[in-house]
């Protein structure tokens, strides 16, 4: 049997029409964008300009102030450190939360080393930042502001367009990375004045190994330093031959997101509220952690006292759940974002992750729900 996947927060599973999109430029139209001819590069420049105009769609920006990349992971690097690089030394200070990706964090301690302050919000129980904190964080010295839309394990929800407000009245640059969010739930930079934004195309039904940085402006005298220098793609920023295939697919993928968002939104809230609630009905001594209300609409971070995470995942093989992020490289560390909540370590230490996914069904969710309940109380029982 084909384990039931609820680990949608790590990758998603392509969509066949993405694929089907891409596949022409694995095959026949395999040119550089850069080459004159108009049956080689013009065919693919005009792919690489659709999938631009896809992506602005997805987040209502100008397809100029988009940058592809390969991923969040490149995404929050290039605007943490390009725009460290190229702001003046009296300018030394950066603002991020504790539960950020290790993609923002490990910029920000790279910055640290080397003489910058970098101040770390702490977050409530719930896993939100206060913006009242955030306000009193800030100094003349502060360049950059980054702050997540929606958290990858617990899905917890900042208040970004406070955020965006606050960082604007005080002429700071506020980045977002949005990895987790894009595509799930609606995003709209000219309601949320970030000055940055970051997406990532496999959480999306998408491909790996492409993504993009919205950069305010991008048109205008950009601020941003390269990380990668070369052939001066990108407007400069990015350097390299466009990874076309992957480009077209993310276009695909950020149109289809366009028009289902509120359907896979509705969709993956209903699952996951099903899920929740079988697992109450049924079972003692458990609890979510983070928000209950200000939450990405498909992730549900649970608590199951008494046992502990990996023995559980053991018993549950049918199904594909995480204990936290996937993102670490044989990292067994306990989750920098649970304990952040102030939770216990043997809070940390029984708690799964489960990510819905617009292909799950209702009946495999309350089967997951049932082969969940049953090894809680096979490991209890055998505690
Ligand atoms: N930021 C967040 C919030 C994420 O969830 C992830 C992926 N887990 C990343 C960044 C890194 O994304 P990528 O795999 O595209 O590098």
Redesign the pocket.
């Known amino acids: 049997m084909k384990p039931i996947y609820l680990d949608h927060?790590?990758?998603t599973p392509i969509d066949p029409s993405v694929l089907d999109a891409m596949l022409p430029f694995l095959r026949e139209s395999f040119g550089n964008p850069g080459t004159p001819h108009e049956l080689v590069g013009g065919v693919v420049q005009r792919a690489v300009r659709e999938a631009r105009e896809a992506v602005a769609e997805l987040i209502n920006c100008r397809a100029n102030e988009l940058v592809w990349t390969?991923?969040?992971?490149?995404?929050?690097n290039l605007a943490i450190l390009g725009l460290a690089e190229s702001v003046p030394p009296a300018k030394r200070h950066v603002i991020t939360q504790v539960t950020?990706?290790?993609?923002?964090l490990e910029p920000c301690r790279y910055l640290q080393e080397r003489g910058w302050a970098v101040t770390y919000l702490p977050v409530d129980c719930f896993g939100q930042i206060n913006v009242d904190e955030l306000t009193e964080a800030i100094n003349d010295a502060t360049a950059i502001v980054s702050v997540?839309?929606?958290?990858?394990e617990i899905g917890t929800l900042q208040p970004v367009k406070e955020i965006a407000a606050v960082c604007a009245g005080r002429g700071v640059a506020f980045h977002c990375?949005?990895?987790?969010?894009g595509g799930k739930v609606p995003i709209d930079v000219e309601d949320v004045a970030v000055s940055m934004l970051?997406l990532?195309?496999?959480?999306f039904y998408g491909p790996?190994?492409?993504?993009a940085l919205f950069i305010r402006d991008l048109t205008k005298k950009t601020p941003l330093s390269a990380r990668v220098f070369g052939g001066g793609q990108e407007k400069g920023v990015r350097a390299g031959t466009l990874n076309v295939p992957c480009i077209v697919g993310m276009g695909a993928a950020s149109s289809l997101a366009s028009s289902n968002i509120d359907a896979w939104s509705r969709h993956t809230h209903h699952l996951r509220r099903h899920f929740e609630a079988a697992l109450f009905e049924r079972l003692k001594d458990i609890s979510v952690n983070g928000s209950q209300h200000d939450r990405l609409p498909h992730i549900s971070n649970i608590a199951f006292f008494d046992t502990e995470n990996e023995g559980l995942l053991t018993m549950l093989h049918e199904l594909v759940a995480s204990t936290g992020?996937?993102?670490h490289v044989a990292d067994f560390a306990p989750s920098h974002v649970l304990e952040a909540l102030s939770l216990s370590r043997p809070t940390v230490d029984c708690s799964l992750r489960f990510g819905f996914g617009k292909d799950n069904t209702t009946e495999e969710v309350a089967l997951a729900a049932d082969l969940t309940v049953a090894a809680v109380n096979r490991y209890r029982a055998e505690a």
């Open positions: 927060c790590s990758t390969s991923g969040a992971t490149e995404s929050n950020e990706h290790s993609s923002v997540m839309w929606g958290n990858n990375d949005a990895a987790q969010a970051t990532s195309a496999h959480k790996k190994g492409v993504g992020s996937a993102c």
